[in-house]
């Protein structure tokens, strides 16, 4: 009696996979409700942060949690779904003649690269003629082949000229950008402005049931290096990775042929690594096999094959050589020895031994590392966001101490510059008074006070010119100071748009038109001078009370300048209240459209505090994560 050596190996794995699911995970509900229970934690996180008043940060953060959340809702409904398989590779390495060969017609156009960021599932579930369009936010519709089809090329017209859009503009403003870090930031910049990012996540497509369709749901990926600019407006294999409950990732044989191998393993583990490191759900398959052996036979067929495995067999749990092209055209042409030939056969084969003989196994570890990935992403977005958050409120703290000190140190600068002036105006007063007095014995009168010894058209002249100048030092160091007072989440990029806000403009405009004259300035003269110097013994009690005379001469101009002085110090005092007005609200509002209200800083703490001594949080920073951690988070 012969003993099947294979089929008894077969039996035992799916006995060891029951059996370690079984440890792991007490059975798929209770994993289910796990799910059930980390979704439900991230959307009270959501409601949570939605009680602040939102700034752009917070209301992208509270985004990327709501998308979080949408995703364990989708890891939850997936749960009821076939085993999602998903083509996975280059553009340009035939996965949608991948996907049609194992189809059994075509139903993906090949070398037509998406630019929306989407996956396509192709049910045999759906009604035919129907197709299921999944958004970003949850939610999805039903509607015709024919209308899914004109919604994603809107779609794709909307991505195309927001691209357009981004070029042209990057093109103008390029030039004005003399270092790396303004280049950067123009980037960034100019692809919020103008890149379109649609919110189709997924469309699923009808289409005819087969062998393989009965038991998986085949899924077709955007290419991993199409042209999007590498920026994350456009999305990411990030995006879908965690759905997979299966990976087919193709390669070109032909590549390998041509031992452009490093370049390949770069990539590889590039994306690996943004998608949590390596997972035990991987099927490597290397594509146009039929060209290699166009182009060394048999013998090249074998090093492309052996060099594979070498390079890739730690990343794929098998290794399946295949001709994509030939397996469609010759199903289509239902040539069997063709489809032999194709060894699509054996890439069937190996997606029923390694993931639909034991589909719960697989369906619960895809959906344990896709729990796993989602709460990495949780913690990254979490971590990102409170070191903006943080770092606007301390440079919130920062430019407010700094204006702070400067308005004062002004202040005192501006006060002793005041008191300087009139100060020097006096000690003119006392040189005048002292060389022109005796003259007030000779008959001249007030206008002679006035004109000669205060000198008072002069001290206009010289007061309003005082005020005119320190009317333009105070308007330069409004706009300064306001300008200094704006968050701006670019270091190096100055926008040619408005930094200051137009309330602030018209609330707090410079007015110094108080101060532009001096209108009431009279002095007060002892009662009795003049009456006094018009009595016929005037010469004589002029010099009998001479001291005295100028000692009141003196004290008049002093008291008036005093009081002059004063309210002149209290003015600018006003105003400089005013510009302190003008930089708070400055600040105030750049931050409220960064982040949050300063006044809610207590808020965001106390939130932040509670999530992170949630249970979804520590679960996350358990010692069981710590190895995915080092893989993931940078």
């Given at each position: 009696m012969s003993i099947d050596f294979d089929f008894l190996g077969k039996r035992m794995d799916e006995m060891f996979c029951s059996v370690n699911l079984c440890l792991n995970i007490s059975s798929l509900g209770d994993l289910k409700q796990s799910l059930i229970d980390k979704g439900n934690a991230i959307n009270s996180f959501v409601g949570q942060f939605q009680t602040l008043q939102k700034g752009k940060y917070?209301?992208?953060?509270?985004?990327?949690?709501?998308?979080?959340?949408?995703?364990?809702?989708?890891?939850?409904?997936?749960?009821d779904d076939k085993l999602m398989i998903f083509i996975v590779g280059n553009g340009c390495?035939?996965?949608?003649?991948?996907?049609?060969?194992?189809?059994?017609?075509?139903?993906?156009?090949p070398d037509e690269l998406p630019n929306t960021w989407k996956i396509d599932v192709y049910s045999p579930s759906l009604a035919e003629n129907k197709a299921l369009i999944k958004y970003t936010d949850g939610h999805s519709k039903t509607c015709t082949v024919e209308e899914a089809e004109q919604i994603v090329k809107t779609e794709e017209i909307k991505t195309k000229n927001s691209k357009s859009k981004y070029n042209d503009q990057l093109r103008i403003e390029m030039a004005n950008c003399k270092t790396k870090e303004t280049r950067e930031e123009l980037k960034k910049y100019l692809s919020r402005k103008f890149l379109y990012k649609s919110n189709i996540s997924e469309i699923r497509w009808h289409v005819k049931p087969n062998r393989l369709l009965e038991k998986c749901l085949l899924v077709d990926t955007p290419g991993l290096n199409q042209n999007?600019?590498?920026?994350?407006?456009?999305?990411?294999?990030?995006?879908?990775?965690?759905?997979?409950?299966?990976?087919?990732?193709?390669?070109?044989?032909?590549?390998?042929?041509?031992?452009n191998t490093s370049n390949l393993i770069d990539e590889l583990k590039t994306v690996l690594h943004d998608v949590g490191g390596i997972r035990g759900n991987i099927i490597g398959v290397i594509n146009r096999m039929d060209n290699v052996f166009a182009n060394g036979g048999e013998t090249a067929v074998q090093q492309v094959c052996q060099s594979a495995k070498q390079i890739f067999g730690e990343y794929f749990s098998q290794i399946i050589p295949i001709s994509a092209l030939q397996a469609y055209n010759s199903t289509k042409n239902s040539d069997a020895s063709g489809v032999e030939k194709s060894n699509i056969k054996s890439l069937e084969n190996a997606i029923n031994d390694i993931f639909l003989s034991k589909a719960d196994y697989i369906k619960g570890e895809a959906k344990t590392q896709g729990s796993t990935k989602l709460l990495a992403?949780?913690?990254?977005?979490?971590?990102?966001?409170?070191?903006?958050?943080?770092?606007?409120?301390?440079?919130?703290?920062?430019?407010?101490?700094?204006?702070?000190?400067?308005?004062?140190?002004?202040?005192n600068k501006i006060d002793s510059e005041t008191s300087n002036f009139f100060r020097n105006y006096m000690s003119e007063v006392e040189v005048r008074t002292e060389r022109y007095v005796d003259q007030l014995a000779e008959g001249k009168g007030k206008s002679f006070i006035e004109n000669t010894i205060y000198d008072i058209d002069?001290?206009?002249?010289?007061?309003?010119?005082?005020?005119?100048?320190?009317?333009?030092?105070?308007?330069?160091?409004?706009?300064?100071?306001?300008?200094?007072?704006?968050?701006?989440?670019?270091?190096?990029?100055?926008?040619?748009?408005?930094?200051?806000?137009k309330s602030v403009k018209d609330n707090y405009s410079l007015d110094l038109s108080s101060l532009n004259s001096i209108r009431g300035f009279t002095p007060?003269?002892?009662?009795?001078?003049?009456?006094?110097?018009?009595?016929?013994?005037?010469?004589?009690?002029?010099?009998?009370?001479?001291?005295?005379?100028?000692?009141?001469?003196?004290?008049?101009?002093?008291?008036?300048?005093?009081?002059?002085?004063?309210?002149?110090?209290?003015?600018?005092?006003d105003i400089l209240k005013n510009i302190d007005i003008a930089c708070q609200h400055e600040l105030d509002s750049s931050l409220e459209q960064l982040v949050f209200p300063y006044n809610q800083e207590t808020k965001y703490t106390q939130i932040v505090k509670s999530i992170e001594t949630s249970a979804v949080y520590n679960e996350f920073c358990d010692e069981k994560m710590k190895d995915f951690l080092c893989l993931y988070v940078k």
């Open positions: 917070t209301s992208e953060f509270i985004e990327s949690l709501n998308e979080i959340h949408t995703n364990y809702i989708e890891l939850v409904n997936n749960f390495t035939g996965k949608s003649t991948l996907l049609n060969a194992l189809i059994g017609y075509e139903v993906a156009k999007l600019y590498d920026l994350e407006q456009l999305g990411s294999i990030r995006d879908y990775y965690h759905k997979a409950d299966g990976i087919l990732w193709l390669l070109d044989g032909s590549a390998i042929a041509a031992k992403d949780f913690e990254k977005i979490l971590h990102g966001y409170k070191s903006k958050a943080n770092e606007y409120l301390n440079v919130y703290r920062q430019k407010q101490e700094n204006y702070k000190k400067f308005l004062s140190d002004y202040k002069s001290f206009k002249r010289k007061y309003e010119s005082y005020l005119t100048s320190k009317h333009s030092e105070l308007s330069n160091q409004k706009s300064i100071l306001q300008k200094s007072c704006n968050i701006s989440e670019y270091k190096y990029l100055k926008i040619n748009e408005s930094i200051i806000s007060t003269y002892g009662d009795g001078i003049f009456s006094f110097l018009e009595n016929v013994f005037g010469k004589i009690g002029f010099w009998m009370r001479k001291n005295s005379i100028i000692k009141d001469i003196i004290r008049a101009m002093k008291n008036e300048c005093i009081t002059l002085k004063n309210r002149t110090t209290g003015e600018f005092s």
